[in-house]
């Protein structure tokens, strides 16, 4: 099969390698605007070759949107303008949105909406790997405008790559990620603002900070490009949880400003909670 | 070098087995007057045998204090009152409380406040680990008051566990570490809050949560005993921290709701920042 994928980035460029490692695929088309990810993507053989949308659409079987949410927002009509049997998914962080333009277009039944939960916060083709997706979630939206082949050879791709399928409809998922994913993006670059604004030694907090303040700040290097699409395309839903986060961050301060430290005690187990969910 | 650990969790626990290991000590006595934690840190070998404080302290050289921090203030006076030439020093994550109790002490060159960089989310005797604390930072505070033998015995410990040391004075301490430790857990505790209060159907968390939310939501899980009375004693700096933090999350919020995504991708670019001082 021959797969060409739009927007070589890391989770593009996951693809690429992690399907062809599986054997899925045989040939890679890469599509990007940006010159240097066009090299980059072929000196590490993530893709063998570099085409045009147009050229690419035609001479593939299957296609991945692999942009930020916006730019695929705009090529996703484009896309489905130039395909004739071919099928075409994305991997965008947002689903609600490229579900309803598809649904306007007449080839809505070769678009699958798709979300892999995976990812890291780096980016660019340099961060793909080969061995990404492995064991984690897919989500697969809105499985009933989709013609039989395209779902079966979508849903056949994730479980070649050792991903569990999830159906969902479009705006469940959307309101999901901003609980599971989008809110723990935010909290993490204003986390990084806080301590940047508040701690100019520098050298202090590179010596001090332990695992924990890596594991809640990592996600600040993410990058703007992806995110800012995601949280506008996402934004009732994250205001949503954003307003519940920054009440329940207040619960926390009114005990320490009341020494109220049985209620706070109470709010620290009640988190404890999560353990029942997350392993 | 005989060591007496006086609790016997997380902390106390990876410090007897990484020093029994390394071979710094020969025998580890435990303290701790929960009976399920002394039986368990005998099974594990943690511990050679259990004593009651006032026995621990006359048989030991070395005497770590690795209680939560309420109990370390507690217990301080009263270890120092029982020592003669053996040294002692503790592990909690705030030193203020501590260094001062112990300069009004009469036995305060025996004392050495330490914390070590190092932690994981879980608790208690099997939570231990026998390669803890390696290539991580070590603090000694207010060396000035303390005896040299101490202070040299103190330092060789930790450099035997491969960490290095940083001296602060524990003012600075303190503040330093609401920035690098105490808020990341805050916010941890927040967000697993906010997360279960919005998200009712668990299995969706435990679906879609990939590596992102998991890492930021990981200090959740800390328990209660131990942070409570962390940021009952750090109060002062860790409002301050907190009441950043909630700015910079307004922002955010403000962002969103007044669609200004030029300055939310600065907001971000921003927080990227954080990657100049955390690889």
């Not at 492995?134 to 082949?149: F, S, W």
Request: proline share 2%.
């Amino acid at each position: 099969m021959r797969l060409a994928v739009i927007g070589i980035g890391l989770m593009g460029g996951s693809l690429a390698l992690s399907l062809k490692k599986k054997g899925f695929v045989s040939n890679v088309i890469g599509v990007d605007n940006n010159l240097d990810h066009q090299t980059e993507a072929l000196r590490l053989g993530i893709v063998d070759e570099i085409m045009t949308l147009e050229d690419a659409v035609k001479l593939s079987d299957i296609i991945a949107i692999a942009t930020p949410v916006n730019i695929a927002e705009k090529l996703l009509p484009l896309v489905l303008d130039l395909v004739d049997k071919q099928i075409v998914f994305d991997l965008g962080s947002t689903k609600e949105a490229v579900a309803q333009i598809a649904s306007a277009h007449a080839k809505k039944g070769r678009f699958v909406p798709t979300h892999p939960m995976w990812g890291t916060e780096f980016s660019g083709p340099s961060a793909a790997q080969s061995d990404a997706f492995e064991n984690k979630a897919t989500v697969i939206c809105n499985r009933e405008q989709v013609d039989e082949d395209a779902l079966l050879t979508v849903e056949r791709l994730y479980k070649t790559l050792g991903m569990h399928i999830v159906t969902m409809n479009a705006t469940k998922h959307d309101i999901h990620v901003a609980y599971v994913s989008h809110i723990s993006h935010i909290t993490s670059f204003a986390l990084a603002n806080t301590v940047l604004e508040k701690e100019k030694e520098s050298d202090n907090i590179f010596e001090l900070a332990s695992g924990g303040f890596d594991s809640t700040v990592r996600l600040a290097k993410s990058n703007a490009a992806t995110w800012v699409p995601i949280f506008m395309q996402n934004k009732e839903n994250v205001l949503d949880v954003l307003n519940e986060h920054i009440s329940q961050l207040r619960k926390f301060k009114s005990c320490l400003e009341k020494e109220n430290f049985e209620y706070l005690s109470d709010l620290i187990e009640n988190a404890n909670g999560i353990k029942r969910i997350l392993k």
